[in-house]
């Protein structure tokens, strides 16, 4: 069994790599971005494999803090898209007593 899981390991330490290309070519921050997410939960399903297969639960606090760190890591990206314009704004709601163009 603990074969099988390294194997497993193995496989998604080439998932990072796969993402990492991502990460160095990506068009947009939005591409560079979900491939930082993809880094976030493959390591985390990494250290999971790896605390099984070598047994040690320590690991699986590890990825707890990196499940904590990518949701950060989302939500700052979020705030600072914004505050760069790089999203659009919402859009206007109607004043009162302006006619908003629709009949009746």
């Known amino acids: 069994m603990n074969l099988l899981l390294e194997g497993f390991a ?5 998932n990072l790599g796969a993402g990492m ?11 560079r971005m979900s491939a930082a ?3 976030g ?3 985390v399903a990494m250290l999971l ?10 690991l699986a606090d590890v990825a ?3 499940v904590m760190l990518a949701a950060i890591l989302s939500v700052a990206f979020v705030g600072l ?11 206007p709601t109607p004043t009162p007593g302006k006619s ?5």
Do not use: C, N
């Not at 193995?10 to 080439?14: A, D, H, M, Q, S």
């Not at 898209?81 to 859009?91: M, Q, V």
């Not at 908003?100 to 009746?104: D, F, Q, T, V, W």
């Open 10 to 14: 193995v496989f998604l330490l080439l």
């Open 21 to 31: 290309i991502r990460v160095w070519r990506g068009p947009s921050p939005a591409d």
């Open 37 to 39: 997410l993809l880094f």
């Open 41 to 43: 939960s493959t390591t």
């Open 49 to 58: 494999v790896l605390a099984e297969a070598t047994a040690q639960p320590a």
């Open 64 to 66: 707890l803090l990196f």
């Open 81 to 91: 898209a914004r505050a760069r314009g790089a999203t659009p704004p919402p859009p």
């Open 100 to 104: 908003s163009g629709k009949p009746g």
